[in-house]
């Protein structure tokens, strides 16, 4: 008996950025990479370690939870990336923000909260054609719901 053909498309994902001070109702962030949307990095979730006479010990541990967006050049999200950058450089301190990324393939809606922008890459490197840019965040919260 076969499996029923699952659906893993990504092409009708939707991201929403909130920065209070500056996009107080969100923004969309669209015209992602034609290879990668998004990536979050591995979330360390405890610390284990080894007692000398084999015994194990661990922990639950607080980390922060890393994001980067990847857009294309031609993205017209590009622009807002820009203008965080541009208000952190010009008034000196960090903005927080909120990403919402809903999956409609997974059922899934994927909310990082209380973050900053911590790197960038603003110019999209030319070469045969423009290279797409990428944008890292780091959140405290994390949670994921049903869509």
């Given at each position: 008996m076969t499996q029923a053909l699952g659906n893993i498309t990504s092409a009708?994902?939707?991201m929403y950025l909130v920065v209070d001070q500056l996009y107080?109702?969100?923004?969309?962030?669209?015209n992602f990479s034609a290879?990668?949307?998004?990536?979050?990095?591995?979330?360390?979730?405890?610390?284990?370690?080894?007692g000398v006479d084999g015994g194990m010990a661990?922990?639950?541990?607080?980390?922060?939870?890393a994001v980067t967006i990847t857009l294309e050049a031609s993205s017209p999200s590009l622009?807002?990336?820009?203008?965080?950058?541009?208000?952190?450089?010009v008034n000196k301190r960090t903005y927080e923000c909120k990403l919402v990324v809903t999956i409609p393939a997974s059922g899934q809606v994927h909310?990082?909260?209380?973050?900053?922008l911590t790197n960038g890459n603003p110019v999209p490197a030319p070469k045969k054609v423009l290279d797409p840019t990428s944008w890292k965040f780091q959140f405290q919260d994390y949670s994921?719901?049903?869509?």
């Open positions: 009708n994902a939707q107080p109702a969100g923004v969309p962030i669209t290879d990668s949307m998004m990536t979050s990095d591995d979330m360390e979730i405890a610390q284990v370690r080894m661990a922990g639950y541990v607080a980390n922060p939870y622009e807002t990336m820009q203008s965080i950058l541009q208000a952190m450089k909310v990082w909260s209380h973050g900053v994921v719901q049903g869509a």
